[in-house]
């Protein structure tokens, strides 16, 4: 549900297979359109490898089960990092994409319903629930909340700041405070956006070369929502 836009993966994908067909993989563009979209909202410019290949078959379930939830303990989810080479610090760092973009109701409301966790800042929790009226929210209804107040649309330190104040949408970025694992990430992170930068850098380069596909175990897909038929 999070996920949305892939189409403009597609897009991209059109226009490359008219100038060069299958040669630049959809496992490519989506880590090359990551590593833009840094750029775009203000952060850094990440140097990525290329030369990515396709899956040949699909791996939804896997990926269900591997992506951390908002709800899990902070232990787990930097565990869950770590397994992908991903140390603390470059943990609370990726954690930071939270500065940009939203969270939908449903991924809030209990924090909010029957009562207000006391974690949160009584006046940002009062915002969130004029943002979120319903304890069960419509989930054909497009009901959200600004990761960030201040820069909505800058990929900046705000978002350490903000979970300092008590201002953490999601349990996960709360908890990043609150564990004495992550704490001090935090402080010095909130502290300094060049640091925030730094690490967020390292820790995405190594998330986009994490466990690439070989010549032989992949291919060049022609289309991103499908494997090749031949």
């Known amino acids: 549900m999070g996920m949305r836009n892939f189409k403009y993966i597609n897009t991209i994908k059109d226009a490359l297979e008219r100038s060069c067909p299958v040669t630049v993989s959809c496992a490519d563009i989506v880590a ?121 649309m800058t990929l900046d330190n705000m978002y350490y700041k903000n979970i300092m104040n008590n201002k953490g949408l999601l349990l996960v970025d709360q908890q990043l405070v609150s564990s004495p694992a992550t704490s001090s990430f935090v402080e010095n992170m909130a502290a300094n956006n060049d640091y925030f930068h730094e690490q967020f850098s390292k820790a995405l380069l190594t998330l986009s070369e994490n466990n690439p596909l070989s010549e032989k175990d992949g291919e060049v897909r022609r289309d991103c929502r499908f494997v090749n038929s031949d």
């Open 32 to 152: 090359l359109s990551a590593r833009d979209a840094v750029v775009l909202l203000g952060g850094p410019r990440i140097e990525m490898k290329t030369g990515r290949k396709d899956s040949k078959e699909s791996h939804l379930a896997e990926i269900d089960d591997l992506l951390p939830n908002h709800n899990d303990s902070m232990m787990y989810v930097l565990s869950r990092f770590q397994s992908v080479g991903i140390d603390v610090e470059g943990t609370v760092a990726l954690l930071g994409a939270h500065s940009v973009g939203r969270v939908h109701c449903v991924n809030i409301v209990d924090r909010l319903y029957p009562a207000v966790d006391p974690t949160l800042d009584p006046t940002y929790a009062e915002y969130l629930k004029r943002r979120c009226p319903h304890p069960e929210p419509d989930p054909n209804a497009v009901e959200y909340a600004r990761n960030d107040l201040q820069t909505p």
